[in-house]
């Protein structure tokens, strides 16, 4: 049950002007499921991308790295059902035969396709099947297929996530349209799962992978569901320069600033999406720790609490078993940490002081706040001023039945 | 369910001369449950401790370090229902008080007396209720009370969880008896939750420390149910110099290796009962790693499997799904990990190699071992000879319904 998360109307998401998508029921996995899409990206499209961290990253994340270098992406090939990690160096050899075989139809070369597969990991990726189902996809393309698009890549999502802004630079408009998915193994380290943003906003080539950056580490790389970093995480930014402006060759300029904000935006939401259909989550969490001398130390305790089953239980069960908060604060890993300064709030409700149980704190109140579906955890550690926010969900007999059963 | 695990007799647990142990129902949280526990050691005991790494370590683990420090220990007071953790100050003072009551009834120092909790974190220590029932414990003293003593630490545990070893030492019987508890937020930094082994071993008090951290870095350290380091995490070792051979001096000697021998078997025997009891756990699982640089590395890639929740949510439903082992290792912080170097084996199943599936794996084949209850994961980083294994079990809608309800 996705948490206060809805499907975007077809009509809400724009299309992005250079940017054609089609999609079809290649039968990757399973049969009856829209599986395979493609996106065709008008020449001088600039495109920057981040991916996984994670050593055993997907053969098409290998694949992405190189084709994004060389700096002339013309297509997106996307399949569900097989994630093509863990399979070697035939999944790599497969992987570049499936970019091969959609270049040949579009007279590109295998570089200027960027491959994207998520789904079963070390499963052999039936190629053969993503050849057939080509020109079915090529042949629905179109410019307003996001909403397909979304639906194209969703795995245990119970919802298409996909948004839209739409800002001006001047005096045109510009259009800025993502789409995502999750819903397991979330803990983006770079990217999530499989984030896509395209904008028809003029941008000098060289910018692409910093506003990539920037905006994944504004959003995607604020997530959790599991703790579990996928192997195939990838979040990539298109800008295909039809908008009609000047380029922008500076992010710090007035239009480089509005292209962030606006994209940053996007990003958030799309990255909030996934965690409010994280596997089972009955409930959105923020976990903002201020006070850390750095913001790494403030990340380590919040992904502590976000990543603790014990905490995350507590919250399906709207149980103010708090103290499971503060031992993840406590094993977080921040050597010299001072536990008598800590102060922690949950929403309004003052619950401890000086490392200890508020006089004044009573479960009643912090069991009010919890019975919502938006819950902010505060902890100040009370040693420097930095600050941090993750976002997360909670943990219910659902995500392991989910994950006990997805593969069946 | 525990898995391959059945409470002790009574009788297999060997009394251990210069301990008694007694306890009695003093309603610290709950009424009709044997919640406080004391133990008389006799003068001369030497006692080593090792305490959780959480920095948010409960008030008893703070006392304990300071009073094991001061070398003349002669009780223990321990209470189940209330961890107090999270306490701040007062918690501080209560847990003195407590000290100072028992010692006041046996005419020792408030310092002779070791304090242990378990239980709600954040809760005010009821320290009345528990002076209140000292004088029933003190009562029941007796040298062979140890299946009662383990019955008394118990939370969440379906079984008491205890075992005893006899070895000889220059021709004297030396006993070994233990206690452990689990079974939520284990993932011991130091030392378990709760364990204790007394031995009438003859032992030179200022090797005891090192006979301590040895036996919990062979045991205790190396399990995990949830990877939620607790806050009050303690294992104690008493050498009651009762056995009557000549004081061991140095731990290499052959009686010094004959101990530790027996010392780290049965704390392993201690751990991995706390394991088999996880909450809602069905399956024991050993995660091995071979290959690595360094042992710290093994441990990183080990404890990133155990951890996973995607790969404990499999081995519950005995579903091959494989690959969440490999993105573990993927993600477990090795910088330069080479995927394509990795093999792994399920039980005696070749799964992974060269990094990609092994061209003879089939499924059936991994999901007869998953099928069992004690199942081995080894998987081999080949870039080094170092080892490590980590002991775990699987991951059921039982823990969350456990750990929803815990505090109801």
Redesign the interface.
Known sequence: MPVDLTAPLPSELFAVPGVRIGSTMAGVRKVGRRDLSVWLLDEGSAVGGVFT?????AAPVQLCREHVALGSVRAFLINTGN?N???????LARARRSCGALAAKLGLLPEQVLPFSTG?????LPVERIEAGLDAALLAAAPDHWFEAAQAIMTTDTLPKAASRRIEIEGRSVTLTGIAKGA??I?P?MATMLGFVATDACVAPALMQALAREAADASFNRITV??????NDSFVVVATQKAGHAPITDLDSPAGRALRAALNDLAVQLAQAIVRDGEGATKFIRVQIDGGRDEAECRLAAYAIA????VK??F??S?P????I???????G???????L?EMHLGDVHV??????HPEYVEADAARVMKGSDILVRVNLNRGSATSTVWTCD???D???I??????
């Open positions: 961290q994670n050593r055993y990253c994630a990690a863990g399979t070697g160096a035939d999944g079963v990991i070390m499963e052999t397991g193994m803990r380290n599991d703790g579990d970093t996928s192997t990543h603790s089953p014990l239980t507590a399906f069960a149980d078993n708090l103290g499971r503060l031992a993840a604060v406590g094993y977080a921040i050597a010299d940490l001072d536990q008598s800590i401890v002081t000086a490392g200890g149980r943990f219910s007999e995500y392991v039945r994950n006990a059963d997805y593969r069946s």
